[in-house]
């Protein structure tokens, strides 16, 4: 690992969380949100590790804005966003209250306090299911639910979930982390705590990187190799590239098995969601979180 590399994305995610936080505003479009944060990871020497989720009260995860989005922040907004340095990356999300509304805060609160708790016990040694089993127990003594389908992850160079989940629930696995990156991602909920697939997102990701004899999306697709590779990417951002030709060659990518189109992560309709997030850089006797 270069760690340097790591803890400098580390070091921009949290320069943007305190400086785009003030400029959230109810009625702000969500697509001046995105657009600020990844002009910003930029002009600090970093790029987008996957575009800006923006997802509203039950939309839990996978919204970014379309090329032309007229959606503005209102509700639980979730702000998820990462930073790559030469594929080393780190991921951050924070909640904020466009409401004024006390189950907004305190669902907020049972998130970053879950996630408070799970650091303070965070090593090489430590097991899954005890992070798991901290996160849950936050969460419950607010009297609401952790999504038990969504959870934090291992990160390599170029890989931003690289294989093992970090639980959100005690889910009895002996796991040790080791030495590694990993985010943690409690998710809190006044529903029942189980995410399903809603509409397509806007966020794809080159999942079989093969050939096409259409000349536009073959095109296109040299494009997303050279400059996303194996990291996730925003619709609107080849729409900025190439025009409207975009859109038709990423219909015919997705069709054709290239792309993975990302829906939307969402809970049961009326119901709330609430995310917190950091990086942590586990060494054999040091963890240091990146994005703070």
């Not at 936050?138 to 970090?166: C, K, T, W």
Request: glycine content about 8%; overall charge negative; aromatic content about 8%.
């Amino acid at each position: 690992m270069e760690k340097e590399k790591i803890l400098k994305a580390g070091e921009i995610a949290a320069e943007i969380k305190e400086w785009i936080l003030p400029q959230i505003k109810k009625g702000v479009l969500l697509l001046e949100i995105a657009e600020l944060i990844e002009e910003k990871i930029c002009e600090l020497g970093g790029q987008p590790a996957f575009p800006v989720n923006l997802s509203i009260n039950e939309d839990a995860a996978h919204y970014t804005p379309s090329f032309n989005d007229d959606t503005v922040a209102e509700g639980l907004l979730k702000v998820d966003f990462g930073v790559e340095i030469d594929g080393w990356i780190s991921d951050t999300a924070f909640s904020v209250d466009l409401e004024n509304s006390e189950l907004n805060r305190t669902l907020i609160k049972a998130s970053e306090e879950a996630l408070t708790e799970a650091e303070k016990i965070l090593s090489a040694k430590t097991k899954m299911n005890d992070v798991g089993k901290v996160i849950q127990e936050r969460i419950n003594f607010y009297g609401f639910n952790p999504v038990v389908n969504l959870s934090g992850h291992s990160m390599e160079q170029y890989d931003l979930h690289s294989g093992i989940s970090v639980p959100n629930v005690d889910n009895n696995s002996g796991l040790e982390f080791g030495e590694g990156l990993f985010a943690l991602e409690p998710f809190a909920t006044n529903g029942r705590g189980f995410i399903t697939e809603g509409k397509k997102g806007n966020i794809y990701l080159l999942e079989n990187d093969r050939n096409v004899r259409h000349p536009t999306a073959r095109k296109i697709l040299n494009f997303i190799r050279e400059n996303y590779g194996s990291l996730p990417f925003a619709s609107r951002w080849l729409i900025a590239e190439f025009g409207n030709s975009a859109i038709l060659a990423l219909n015919l990518l997705e069709r054709e098995g290239v792309l993975h189109h990302y829906p939307v992560f969402t809970e049961e309709k009326g119901k709330i969601v609430s995310q917190a997030e950091n990086t942590f850089l586990i060494e054999k006797n040091k963890v240091t979180k990146t994005t703070a």
